[in-house]
């Protein structure tokens, strides 16, 4: 199925969960914002949020420097 991220069509797999898709890119789904479909999601939910076809996630990383 297809779901918009950050403006990019991406295919996944149907059922895959905000936070598999985190870790399919390797990132930590702690230093990962994320807002779905217009909603903030918060960091417990990211197991149980299940990605929808045509869905929009938009994935915020914080990076540290100095």
Do not use: H, Q, W
């Not at 797999?13 to 909603?39: M, N």
């Not at 045509?54 to 994935?59: Q, R, S, V």
């Amino acid at each position: 199925m297809e779901i918009i991220v950050n403006g990019e069509s991406k295919m996944i797999e149907p059922g895959t969960s905000v936070e598999v898709y985190i870790r399919s890119l390797d990132l930590d789904p702690e230093a990962v914002v994320v807002e779905y479909d217009t909603k903030i999601i918060k960091r417990e939910d990211y197991k149980t949020c299940i990605l929808a076809d045509g869905g929009k996630l938009e994935l915020i990383r914080f990076v540290g420097g100095g």
